[in-house]
């Protein structure tokens, strides 16, 4: 059942890629098939800077009134404010970048959980 909140809504995981090693994007991809089988956006698509789908690619055949597109790195900085800025200026419907997935408290907190104590 989709979020009423966001029954018109794609989610779109932004991702680097890679040109040279093709299970970089993996981690993405799943993310992207288990949070559409959740059912709380319309559609779930993940798009990279250097794989397929594109970042253009991936509004091909999108059945979404509005986008989200969630930058799948952990800081903002030139390729969150600059690259994807551009690459989601012209797209087929309005589309809304937030933060990268990085800066979340969550992510921080699993990430210091993680880590090794030196």
Not at 63 to 72: R, S, T
Not at 81 to 92: G, S, Y
Request: net charge positive; charged share 25%; with cysteine.
């Amino acid at each position: 059942m989709i979020c009423q909140k966001f029954k018109e809504t794609a989610l779109i995981l932004a991702g680097h890629g890679s040109t040279k090693n093709a299970q970089s994007s993996r981690h993405t991809r799943e993310t992207a098939k288990r949070l559409q089988k959740r059912g709380i956006f319309k559609e779930v698509r993940a798009g990279f800077w250097k794989e397929s789908p594109s970042f253009q690619e991936v509004f091909h055949g999108l059945d979404a009134k509005e986008a989200i597109v969630v930058p799948w790195f952990l800081t903002r900085g030139y390729f969150v404010e600059k690259v994807l800025v551009e690459q989601f200026a012209a797209t087929p419907i309005p589309v809304r970048v937030v933060e990268p997935i990085g800066s979340q408290p969550e992510i921080i907190e699993l990430m210091r959980g993680r880590a090794p104590v030196l």
